[in-house]
């Protein structure tokens, strides 16, 4: 009798297994080329912060980096490990030490667009005495990273002797994890400040992560308060932290109030906010790196109903809103509104088309489109936006529209080149 099935039995054992894993590498590998296509095919390709960069002579496409990303921001495509959705990093950098081969450095900016950090001491005092940064502006995201350096910041300036004729020893400037913690250290030490946030919300970033977001970060030392214990929370518990921080421990944070320009006058400076005029000696920059929503300057613009990003698509049910840009996050506003019962939704850009935009969502406009659930005004600008209506330019004349919500969705003004008008020295990293 032949021994083949003997053997036969043993080998399967093993076989079978391997054709499994190698198939499902295979398919993963598929599956991460095309989620790396569709980023490049919608131009989002460059990290926005710390980001890997993986050696390919020595990974071996073990996968540890991408079962560590949370973020779901690395693939492995035929074998070797590939960023391949570049915007999704935020910098956690849990895969530099995944890796079991060492494959994976870390690093800012690329070599086709530059990322600029502006220079800071151990201190975090930038080149112009007297102006401190810390959080994710100085390069460093995260929110554990961004509470630490605020309260340090804090510590290392109230700790100087000086006095000045100054209204104010220190005035934060935004109330995210870092001007959150800073606060915390300037109520701590009995300093003279105010922290001012232009959102209605503290949070910074964190106020905005998408609904239910899971959000991996470590214990905070937060000054007043003690230690929060948090691994993973999502986002609505970590906002239930921040709130009660806020009602805890009290800081002189003033929301909806926006730094508009920092002059120095001898050695304190001028603080010019969007409600009132400050003198300071120092100022705590904890502005993270989003930037300040470009304005449409449009009449009527000020009104509470005008906002620059959907939070809650469901806190629209049955209104009429105005929706105005061309990105993606304008027409993921407009396509999530417009799936809320009783929405009306206007979708309104001055450009010809959605160019530059992911093809899931130009598909997912057309769709709205056909369905009638958007009205899609390309070619038009926004004139006024009175109490319960809206006036458009459009190319089919002047249109005005009831209304009850504006969607702002018009990009950014970065923050550095506010720095470098300011004089504190900014480096550009390419990825080295
Ligand atoms: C989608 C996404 C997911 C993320 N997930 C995680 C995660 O799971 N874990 C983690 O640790 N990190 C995560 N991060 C990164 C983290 O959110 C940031 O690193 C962190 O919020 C940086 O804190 P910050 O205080 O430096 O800046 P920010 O949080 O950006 O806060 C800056 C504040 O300054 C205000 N501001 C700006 N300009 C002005 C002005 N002119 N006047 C007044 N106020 C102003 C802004 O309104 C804002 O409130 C994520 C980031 C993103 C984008």
Known sequence: MSDLPYYLFPALLVIIPL????????QA?????AVLKEAQEAGLIEPPSLHPVVDLSICMGSGACVKNCPEQALGIINGKGVLINPTHCIGHGACAPACPVGAIKLVFGTERRGMEIPQVSPDFETNIPGIFIAGELGGMGLIRNATRQGAQAVKALAGRKTTSQADLDLVIIG?????????LAAKEAGLRYVTLEQEDSLGGTTYHY????LVMTAPMNLPLVGEIKVREVSKEELMDIWTSV?????????FSERM?????TGDTFMVRSSQASYTTKNILLAIGRRGTPRKLGAQGEEQPKVVYRLIEASQYQGKKVLVVGGGDSALEAALDISEVAGTEVILSYRGKAFDRVKPKNRM???????EGKIEQRLESTVQEIKPHAVVLNTNEGVLERPNDAVIVCAGGELPTPMLKKMGVQVDTHYGA
């Open 364 to 370: 997912r406009l057309a769709q709205a489109l056909d």
């Open 29 to 33: 590998s598929v599956r991460h080329l």
């Open 19 to 26: 054709v499994l894993h190698v198939r499902a590498k295979r």
């Open 260 to 264: 508009e320009e920092i002059t120095p």
């Open 246 to 254: 806020l009602d805890k421990a009290k800081p002189n944070i003033r």
């Open 210 to 213: 998408p609904r239910n977001k």
């Open 175 to 183: 109330a995210g994890p870092a001007g959150i913690a800073a606060s």
